[in-house]
């Protein structure tokens, strides 16, 4: 649940991106990292950060991309 709430909540701050201003208003550490057991739910949770993450960004014609690293 943690895990979860963190990552959408910097998904959200990185599509905050000010285009006209050519910056982001947060300061943010585009980089999540999730520790666990194998089989947890770590990499099914990054996609679904980052799935969440691209939906609010086309949703606003964001141009918008994530990595997820296993």
């Known amino acids: 649940d943690e895990y979860l709430r963190a990552g959408l909540r910097l998904a959200r701050d990185v599509a905050g ?6 910056r982001n208003p947060k300061r943010i550490n585009p980089v999540l990292f999730g520790l666990g057991r194998p089989g947890c739910g770590k ?25 997820v690293v296993r």
Do not use: K
């Open 43 to 67: 990499t099914v949770t990054a996609h679904a950060i980052g799935n969440d993450f691209l939906d609010y960004c086309r949703a606003r014609d964001v141009p918008a991309r994530f990595l």
């Open 17 to 22: 991106y000010d285009f006209a201003l050519r």
